[in-house]
């Protein structure tokens, strides 16, 4: 069963990579707690100048508890953060 999100933050665009013209997806790997809380925020992949804006808001994040059995669990996941420059990012 997947995670639940109930609580998204949306990152940050850092303005050396928005003048740089830098977009593309991180991709981090955390543990959900039986709380719903992010732990263990890690970066796997995506545009190193974007990693620390995406671990931040994915540390602000909440899921509802995975249930097993009636019981909340802590879940292993990944997350995608998009960062995509548009027409109202500042350059």
Do not use: W
């Not at 069963?1 to 990579?17: D, E, F, G, N, W």
């Not at 830098?22 to 955390?30: D, L």
């Not at 100048?49 to 509802?64: C, E, G, I, M, P």
């Amino acid at each position: 069963m997947a995670a639940k999100l109930v609580h998204q933050v949306s990152p940050t665009y850092p303005p050396v990579a928005t003048s740089a013209g830098i977009s593309g997806t991180v991709v981090i790997r955390c543990i959900v707690g039986t709380d719903g809380s992010v732990r263990q925020p890690k970066y796997i992949s995506g545009p190193p100048l974007l990693a620390n804006s995406a671990l931040d808001a994915v540390r602000k994040y909440q899921y509802q508890p995975t249930l097993l059995n009636g019981k909340p669990i802590e879940v292993d996941t990944t997350v995608s953060v998009v960062f995509t420059l548009g027409p109202n990012t500042a350059r």
